[in-house]
C-alpha cells in the first residue's frame, strides 16, 4: 500500500549529478529516482521550483505544489504550469540519454477540472517502456542541462544567426508550441515598454511586494552574494524581474529597458490553445528551446511579468498578430561565467 509522500533533498549541489551514477542495473524505480536529479534543474519563476515527484510503483507521477504557488505573480497557475512543463523535459530527456523510453501521459485521470484546485490529481504520469537509442540531437540536449543557467546582464549585441533562430522555432514547434522572434530596435523598444508598464503595475500592490519579498528572503541563505554581471540561481535567476526595487541594479549596470532594447534577440513562446495542457506543453517547449540554445553557445532569461496582466498580455499578442503567449525569452551570448552558485536545494517528493 502506498505510504504519504516524504521529502527528499539533496545533500550536494544539485548541479553537480553525474550520468556516471546512473543505476543501470537497478529497478525501474532506482532509474526514475535517479533521473530526477535532472528534473529539478528547470526553471521556475522565482526559483520557487513548483512541482514534487511520486513514484508508485514502477511509475513515476508529476504533481504541481500548490503550496508554492504565487498567487499575484501568476494569478492563473500559468508560469507554475510552465515550470512543471519544464522539469517534465529534462526527465525525459534524460531517461532517454539514459537508453529507457519514457511513456508520458499528460494530465491522466483528470476531466474538466482546474488541476490547480480541488483534489489532488497528477500533472504527468511517467512510465518505462523498454529501451531506446537516443538520437545524436537528444544527446545534444542532455549535455546543456547542467550548463544551462539564467543570465541577468547584458547580452553581447552581434546578431543571433537565422539558422540558429529557424532552429530554436522548429524545437518548439516540436513540442507543440510556437515561438515568435522579435529582432528590430522599434519591436524591443515596444517590448520593454510593455514590460516596464506591467512591472510598475505589480510593484504598486502590496501583496505583489510581499509575495516577490517572501521568495527573496526564502533564497537569501541559499544564494550566497555574488559579483556584478555573473550567472545567478536566485529569486531573480528564473522569469526575472528586469525593473523594481528588488533587483540588484549592479547586476547589469544599466536600466532595465535599456537591457531589454540591447537584447539581440527577444522571443515569444506561445500555444495554439491557453489550457492546463497547453501551459505544460509550453514548459517542455520552454525547455527543449533554452537548451538548444545553451548547445550553441546562446544563453537565456525570462520575462514573467507582462503575461501575468491580462491587458499587457494583449499587448504581447498584437506585436505577433498571435494569440496566447505564454512567456518571452531574452536570447544572446555573453562572456564565459564565473562559476555558479548553488539554488535552493533541488526539491521533490517521494513516495513508496
Known sequence: MDTAPTPFRFDADAWSVDEKDFPAEGSNADRLHFCLNYAVLAPSCFNTQPWFFRLTGAALELFADRSRRLPMADPDGRALMIACGAALFNLRCALRYLGLQPKITLLPWLNDGDPLSGSEVP?????????????????????????RRTYLGAFDPAPISQNLIDALQDQARHEGAWLGMLEDAEAKADVSRI??????????????????????????????????????????????????????????????????????????????????????????????????????GVWASFLNQPIA????????????????????????????????????????????
Not at 500533472?123 to 550548463?147: H, K, M, N, S, W
Not at 496566447?324 to 535552493?344: K, N
Request: proline share 9%; with cysteine; net charge positive.
Open 123 to 147: 500533472l504527468a504520469r511517467i512510465e518505462l517502456d523498454g529501451t531506446c537509442t537516443c538520437p545524436a540531437a537528444e544527446r545534444v540536449l542532455f549535455q546543456a542541462i547542467r550548463r
Open 309 to 352: 496582466l491580462p491587458e499587457s498580455r494583449i499587448q504581447v499578442a498584437h506585436l505577433l498578430d498571435r494569440n496566447h503567449p505564454m512567456l518571452l525569452i531574452r536570447f544572446g551570448r555573453v562572456p564565459p561565467p564565473a562559476p555558479s552558485r548553488a539554488l535552493r536545494s533541488a526539491r521533490y517528493v517521494i513516495g513508496n
Open 195 to 296: 514590460v516596464a508598464t506591467a512591472d510598475r503595475i505589480q510593484l504598486t500592490q502590496r501583496k505583489y511586494r510581499a509575495e516577490l519579498a517572501k521568495w527573496v528572503r526564502r533564497a537569501a541563505h541559499l544564494v550566497p552574494p555574488m559579483p556584478p554581471g555573473v550567472l545567478q540561481l536566485g529569486p531573480h535567476g528564473e522569469f526575472a524581474l528586469p525593473f523594481g526595487a528588488f533587483l540588484d541594479p549592479d547586476l547589469s549596470g544599466q536600466a532595465g529597458t535599456d537591457l531589454i532594447e540591447s537584447t539581440p534577440l527577444i522571443g515569444v513562446l506561445g500555444a495554439d490553445g491557453d489550457s492546463p495542457i497547453d501551459w505544460l506543453r509550453s514548459g517542455q517547449a520552454l525547455q527543449r528551446t533554452v537548451l538548444w540554445a545553451r548547445a550553441a
